[in-house]
């Protein structure tokens, strides 16, 4: 999955170093977890919760995060969408997450 857009060099450049630095996977084991702990949630309450279970993160990172890195690791096979609810945060019908497996990376 491409994290950039073409025709920015330096949003190709930020991805790279994104995931060179291992920070990319780190993200992902991070929002992996969430949907783990917390199953059948959507991606804005897991926005919510990545805030609170990684007060480090700026807020911005916190965030955008989950929204991300959900379809990737949908991608690898690890988390799917499940039922459609009502999130608690946007009011909105959306799709909810659940890991295919409950173990941990």
Known sequence: MQGYRNNEPTSKAAWEDYVESGTLGKRQAQTYFLVVKYPNHSSAEYSR??????PE?????????????????????????????????????????????????
């Open 49 to 54: 919760l990545m805030v609170k279970e990684f």
């Open 57 to 105: 993160l700026g807020i911005r990172c916190a965030v955008d995060t989950p929204h991300k890195r959900l379809p990737e690791l949908k991608t690898k096979g690890l988390v799917d969408q499940t039922t459609l609810k009502i999130c608690t945060e946007t009011g909105r019908e959306v799709y909810s997450w659940d890991a295919t497996s409950k173990e941990l990376l």
